[in-house]
Structure formats: C-alpha cells, structure tokens
C-alpha cells in the first residue's frame, strides 16, 4: 500500500468513527429533530425516470431574503454542510400510480430508476411524486412525506439544454478559490448574480422556433448537493426557467477523497441525461474556466449526430487556456458541429437564432435582459 492509499483508508476510517462517535453523543438530541425527505427534481423520458434525494434530520432552511444579514447567511450555510444524514432508512416513492421502494445509503442519499406507464399524457412535462418513510414518524407523531415532481420531456420536444451553472450561468468565479468560497459560504440566492441575459435565452431555448414547444433543460455542476436549495431558490428569483439541478457528493469513499472528480462526474452526469433521452439531440453549454470545453468535447466524440450546438462563455484571463479552446473548437468544427467561444449572451443567442435553435423575435428581450442584469 502505497502512502496515497494508507492516507486515503485512514480518512475513510476517520469519517466512518466520526459518524460513529457523533450517532452516540448526539443520538439523543437528534430524537427531538425532525425528519427531512430532501427531493432532487427527478427526469427521464417516456422510456426510463431517474430520481434521487436525501434522508437527514434537520429543521427546513429559513427563506432567504435580500436584506438577509451577514450572520444569518453564514448560519444558512452552517446548516447546509452540517447535515445529519439518516443511512439505512427505507424510501417509498409513489409516481404514476406506482409504488417503489428503495434504501437510503450511508450518506443519507437514495436514488431510483424507474420506468412510466406507456399511457402518459401527452403535452405534460411536470408529474407528481410522493416520497415517505413508511417505517419512522415524526418526533410529533406525524408520518414522513414529502411531494415533488419530476420531469419528461414531451414527445414533441426538439433538443434538450445540457448546461453548467458555474462562471456560465451564475457567477461564481471558479478559477478564484478564495473568491468562489466568499460567494458560497456569505451570500444567499438574492445576493448572487447571474450572467446578463441567460435568463431571457434560456427561455427562448426552451421555447425553441416555434413559441408552443417545451425544451428541457438540465443544469449539471460539481457544487454539492448541500447548495441544491439556494440554487432552486436562485433561479426562481432570476426567472431562469425550471429543471433538473444535478449536483455532486462530497463525500469520502474507499477509493478517493471526493467520490467523483469534477471531470468525471460532470461526464457521468450528461450520459445519464443523454442516456435516458436516446431520442433528444442536444445544446451544450458552459465556460472556459474549468473543463467543459473539454468535458463537452468528448460528449461530442461519444455521440455523433447528437450534438447541434456548444456555446462556451470566455472567463479566462490566459492567453494559453483561449487557445486550448480553440483547439478544441476547431476540433468541433470538423465534426460539422459550431463551438463557440463566445463574449457574452447574445452572442450565444444570435448564433442560436441563425441556426434555427430559437425565435429571432427573443434577441432584443435578451438584449434588455442583459442590460437590466448588469444594471444590477
């Protein structure tokens, strides 16, 4: 064994006594917690529904304001990191007139693919789903449910979005450690910002060219699942349109210190969209800060025909990053497929109107939407 793996096995271990020593002292005071079924805004197709949550006891986050102070953001963040994760629980999952069961793991998450009904109505992309804890109740006695929905996208849609959140649609600036920790751990979802326009755009692309179709789209990023909730709140207050918001464990395992790379688990993330949409063809979108041009590059290798679009924002300071992603469109570009690096939003949007991607009447609200933004 070689010092990485003693260093990584005697981390998983500590974690794993820590977990064990916290259950004892705290496991009376955690009595009078209540229950909390946190739900992941499921998706799927007509062929296959992927859903995932999370089992903790803790109290409901308060609901962020704009006048919210110093303190009481850095207690929200407190509450979302300090997470008492329920193992071993099981989930019972009704969606469809269906009912399914599965089994919290050791962090508390549980996750579930299923298959709808072939009847499903046509023109819907919102459904229902109930989650309970059929074998525990509230410490007032009251059973555990929690209701959400879950996304499908229609038979009719054209493309599906897949698009980062980072530096592309919220700006985090994720090349600055210290910048990124600031924005995460001191603001809320009022006091973050977006990128001008993406608002207005993604709405259009959701329309498509034709104002009566319903595109979905998917937002993956390597933040955790603990920020799920400022973000959904985030995007609600700047009128981003809704859809699944998939997210990253941080946790330990047996054979790294963060289960899945930010490489890997934004790939894993975007084939299982792909994968359970095998009849959607999709636009990409990120930035160039981290890897996505990379990460979108293979997804371009790995699915020929599928890929009508890659639209990467310029974060990037350095001369010799902007001409790795040149390479990379270039690349793009011989597989017949437009990549581009772009300055800002409208940039993106007129590209996309020009192709087809949306209605050329929605440029000038981007356009105001932009302004409005970085009027901020």
Known sequence: MNWKELLQTTAVGAEAHFDRLKNRLFGRLDAHKPYQIVYYRGFGSPTAV????????????????????????????????????????????????????????????FELTINPPNDLLPGRAWFPVRYELPDVVQPNGDPVIKDGYLMISPTFSQFGIISDIDDTVLVTEATSLL?????????????????????????????????????????????????????????????????????????????????????????????????????????????????????????LRENPGRILAIYIRDVSQEDRRDEAVRELIRTAEAARVPMLLVPDTVAAAEHAASIGLIDSDTIPEIRADRRADEGQ
């Open 179 to 299: 910048q990124t920790a600031r924005l995460t751990f001191l603001g809320n979802a009022y006091t973050r910002l977006p990128f001008g326009g993406v608002a207005a755009f993604y709405r259009a692309l959701q329309s498509g060219p034709v104002t009566t179709l319903f595109n979905p789209i998917y937002f993956v990023s390597s933040s955790p699942w603990n920020l799920y909730d400022l973000l959904v709140d985030f995007f609600r207050i700047q009128g981003i349109p809704k859809g699944p918001i998939l997210l990253r464990d941080l946790g330990l395992s047996k054979t790294q210190f963060i289960k899945s790379s930010h490489h890997d688990h934004k790939l894993g993330m975007i084939r299982k969209v792909m994968d359970v949409n095998p009849q959607l063809p999709f636009v990409l979108i990120g930035d160039s800060g981290q890897q996505d041009p990379e990460i979108y590059s293979q997804v």
């Open 50 to 109: 992927w859903l995932k949550g999370r089992v903790l006891r803790q109290r409901d986050l308060s609901t962020p304001s704009d006048n919210d102070t110093f303190w009481q953001n850095l207690l929200a963040t407190y509450q979302r990191f300090e997470s008492d994760e329920v193992p071993g629980v099981t989930v019972r999952i009704q969606a469809f007139g269906q009912t399914h069961t599965t089994v919290s793991d050791e962090e508390g998450y």
